[in-house]
């Protein structure tokens, strides 16, 4: 069983940046691959990021891409998500989540995730 307990959230100015932290219990995380998913006031959850443990490929949203990095590092347990020229629009309950490493395709669906964080808000003012 993985718990995933993220950090990192805020209040941060239009193009700003954030570094949102996600430490998973030690032990499992090898067994995961992660995502960012995040979820705007009366909005659906919107797959964000993913990062595959074994490859390290990673794919992004669209509107997320070339502003945000997701990275891991297994030794500390921790996935990453580096948040760079940040957008009101990108104002939102992030989540990380974690799901086997086995299952394949389909990354974009949060059904298909075993684990998931708490969350943590993250406001951007214009």
């Known amino acids: 069983q993985v718990q995933l307990v993220e950090s990192g959230g805020g209040l941060v100015q239009a193009g700003g940046s954030l570094r949102l932290s996600c430490a998973a219990s030690?032990?499992?995380?090898?067994?995961?691959?992660m995502g960012w998913f995040r979820q705007a006031p009366g909005k659906e959850r919107e797959f964000v990021a993913y990062?595959?443990?074994?490859?390290?490929?990673?794919d992004y949203v669209d509107s997320v891409k070339g502003r945000f990095t997701i990275s891991r590092d297994n030794a500390k347990n921790t996935v990453y998500l580096q948040m760079n020229s940040l957008k009101p629009e990108d104002t939102a309950v992030y989540y990380c989540?974690?799901?086997?490493?086995?299952?394949?395709?389909?990354?974009?669906?949060?059904?298909?995730?075993?684990?998931w964080g708490q969350g943590t808000q993250v406001t951007v003012s214009s």
């Open positions: 989540a974690a799901r086997r490493t086995y299952y394949s395709g389909r990354y974009y669906e949060g059904k298909t995730y075993d684990y």
């Open positions: 030690p032990g499992t995380f090898n067994d995961y691959n």
């Open positions: 990062i595959r443990r074994s490859s390290g490929s990673t």
